[in-house]
């Protein structure tokens, strides 16, 4: 019989704080400038989106983007430097632990 690894990290804080789904929806409106896209490419709902990024911020004590309301320039968003640098320091994290649990997995299952 073989074994695939499977494992989801995030951080915890009486309650999940920041994971994988948050990081992507961040990465999502770097890239793009906005959090109706972010979401929509996530399959997420804007409010949804909108809702987590306030529970988010909430939980973490800082705020994670900065909005312009739209208008004739239309709105936007984007990022604080505090949400630049949990989400680089989280991908970072997040690949050192993919590269010692695959060493482990394959020491003893192999």
């Known amino acids: ?17 920041f994971g994988v789904g948050p990081c992507q929806l961040l990465q999502g409106i770097a890239e793009t400038g906005s959090l109706v896209s972010a979401a929509r490419a996530m399959n997420m709902s804007y409010s949804q989106a909108y809702n987590l990024i306030k529970a988010l911020e909430r939980r973490l004590g800082f705020a994670l983007i900065a909005s312009q309301a739209g208008g004739s320039g239309g709105g936007g968003s984007e990022l604080t430097p505090e949400a630049r640098e949990l989400m ?9 632990c993919h590269q010692a649990l695959t060493a482990l997995f394959v020491k003893y299952f192999g």
């Open 1 to 17: 019989m073989k074994y695939n690894l499977k494992y989801k990290i995030w951080l915890d804080s009486d309650g999940k704080v």
């Open 88 to 96: 680089t320091t989280y991908q970072s994290f997040s690949i050192e």
